[in-house]
């Protein structure tokens, strides 16, 4: 059974930073797994804006927040973080992690993905 937890929302000035980080259980990292950081996005669909490959480790962006966010994974602690770099107001949202267990390819649709955590509130103020 897989189960996803998020951590680390909370409030953050424009041009300030936050980490959030998911714990993973019941996904092998070492095989081909999506898992992604999603977000609601002003066309009210859940997307995701930060997505990385477990056994490949490469990563994907929404242009929205390329060049600012950065995902990363740490097998030894089973955790997906996402590094959100110069805040802007529009990333207020909430952040949710989720996976796509046995693929190749990750796509930002929630659609393919079948295990969601909670989610985390981000705001962000100016």
């Known amino acids: 059974q897989i189960e996803l937890a998020e951590s680390g929302g909370g409030s953050a000035p424009v041009g300030g930073s936050l980490t959030l980080a998911c714990v993973v259980s019941g996904i092998d990292f070492t095989e081909d797994n999506c898992l992604g950081w999603f977000r609601e996005m002003p066309n009210g669909l859940r997307w995701g804006v930060a997505l990385?490959?477990?056994?490949?480790?490469?990563?994907t962006y929404d242009r929205s927040v390329e060049g600012r966010f950065t995902i990363a994974q740490d097998i030894g602690k089973r955790t997906v973080y996402l590094q959100m770099d110069s805040l802007k107001v529009e990333d207020t949202e909430v952040y949710y992690c989720?996976?796509?267990?046995?693929?190749?390819?990750?796509?930002?649709?929630?659609?393919?993905?079948?295990?969601w955590g909670h989610g985390t509130q981000v705001t962000v103020s100016a």
């Open positions: 989720a996976s796509d267990t046995r693929t190749s390819w990750c796509s930002p649709s929630r659609y393919y993905y079948e295990t």
């Open positions: 990385i490959h477990t056994s490949s480790r490469k990563t």
